[in-house]
């Protein structure tokens, strides 16, 4: 699995932190065996009520022919699942992420290139790791981005409902520093709320070398939904 490791050799910024809520809605829709489209919508919220910047984009997700997962949850559609059952997918998108404050700068349109590899490992656990290229226009200014996340989740019934906690790590390289500028450390739980509706809440915590503040605190609720 092509894991992204490095140490950021950056000059460190100011030692500040604040906290952020990222409300999110994802809706995913069949187009076949292997395929769907991914829309998403997310804000960022600096205070009650006040949002500063969004994103909002269109994906295709493709899935390879390869072996399948043994991923078996209870009351939640097939589409929902195809990314956990399949070993290796592809997805190929565009986000436009605007700003919403006077004081804000940097909106941005951006083409997204994600490769995802996937397998269980013992204990019942899903092991993913997605390394993603973003192609960002920023203010019309060209730059490159590679992410790469690796994600440990397990699924668990209570209730009648499926819950999958996990954590993931993420590290970020920017071509504008031509340096590993950033990390995030997330944890959460998907829980099941139909066949069709599922709702993501997570707690992440963002450090970042090159931007100010230095530390970011998440709180971060997803609505996902699939047709």
């Known amino acids: 699995m092509p894991i992204l490791l490095g140490v950021a050799a950056a000059a460190p910024a100011q030692e500040m932190t604040t906290s952020q809520g990222w409300p ?8 076949g065996q292997f395929s769907r489209l991914f829309f998403l919508a997310t804000l960022t919220s600096q205070h009650v009520g006040e949002y500063s910047d969004g994103q909002f984009g269109v994906h295709l997700d493709l899935w390879l022919k390869n072996r ?17 059952r399949h070993m290796a997918s592809v997805r190929l998108g565009y986000r436009y992420a605007p700003v919403f404050s006077d004081s804000g700068t ?52 209570l209730f009648h409902r499926t819950l999958t906690p996990y954590g993931s790590a993420e590290l970020y390289y920017d071509s504008r520093y031509d340096t590993i500028n950033r990390d995030r450390f997330t944890v959460g739980v998907q829980t099941t709320l139909s066949l069709f509706a599922m709702i993501d809440t997570y707690f992440a915590r963002q450090n970042d070398w090159r931007s100010q503040p230095a530390h970011l605190n998440a709180l971060g609720v997803a609505l996902n939904l699939s047709f």
């Open 68 to 84: 399948r997962l043994k991923r078996m949850l209870q009351g939640v559609s097939d589409n929902m699942l195809q990314d956990r």
């Open 106 to 157: 940097g909106t941005e349109n951006r083409g997204i290139v994600e490769f995802t590899f996937r397998d269980d490992v013992p204990g019942a656990v899903l092991l993913s790791d997605r390394t993603r290229f973003d192609l960002r226009w920023i203010d019309g200014v060209y730059s490159t981005r590679v992410r790469n996340r690796v994600t440990l989740e397990r699924d668990a019934h």
């Open 24 to 31: 999110e809605v994802d809706v995913w829709v069949s187009t």
